[in-house]
């Protein structure tokens, strides 16, 4: 289990959410949380590839500061729905856009996760399927207005409000969340 593996390890996660390190928490690891301040612009369109690179780069941000023995976790959360990709909305208005644009349709999440440890990277993603239920414009208003969506990719929380949007998945729950157990599990699998 991955609290075995990590038992004897220096933990650092790259991140400043609140949701990735409750995740943490929640599988019985002890992380310190460094935020990696990186540039996390959208250089590409292929998802896969931008979660990929953001999460080493969070990584790599933090291995440059830190002693070669810490293991150091980055990850990074896009919405990928007809080509393009969402992000963390800009305004309460682009929330909004972001919402119209996925009620009554599915889209895909996708999450990296990289370590970086012993002067190696090591790194993959996760891909969940999302389908969402058709919103009215009074609840989309209505979410907004919770703050919730603003900080979150895509504008939705599956863990909190935005959970009443979502009609089925396919695929790792906690990748929608903001960090995918299982894939990280797997990597660590490898390199332990």
Not at 48 to 70: F, G, M, P, S, W
Not at 134 to 140: D, F, G, Q, R
Not at 153 to 165: H, L, N, P, R, V
């Amino acid at each position: 289990m991955i609290h075995n593996l990590l038992k004897d390890k220096e933990i650092i996660l790259a991140s400043a959410s609140p949701r990735r390190k409750e995740i943490f928490k929640m599988i019985g690891i002890k992380a310190l949380q460094m935020p990696a301040h990186i540039d996390e612009d959208n250089f590409c369109n292929n998802p896969r590839k931008l979660v990929i690179t953001h999460a080493e780069n969070k990584a790599l941000a933090i291995r440059k500061i830190v002693d070669n023995d810490y293991l150091i976790v980055g990850s990074d959360t896009v919405v990928y729905q007809d080509s393009d990709i969402l992000e963390k909305p800009e305004s309460k208005l682009h929330a909004a856009e972001f919402l119209t644009r996925l009620s009554g349709t599915y889209h895909y999440v996708y999450t990296g996760v990289a370590i970086s440890y012993k002067n190696q990277i090591y790194s993959g993603y996760e891909k969940t399927k999302v389908i969402f239920r058709n919103l009215s414009a009074y609840e989309i208003e209505e979410y907004i207005n919770t703050k919730e969506p603003m900080d979150k990719a895509g504008a939705y929380g599956i863990q909190g409000m935005g959970s009443q949007f979502v009609k089925k998945i396919s695929g790792c729950y906690f990748n929608v969340m903001g960090f995918p157990v299982y894939r990280f599990y797997k990597l660590l699998e490898e390199i332990l």
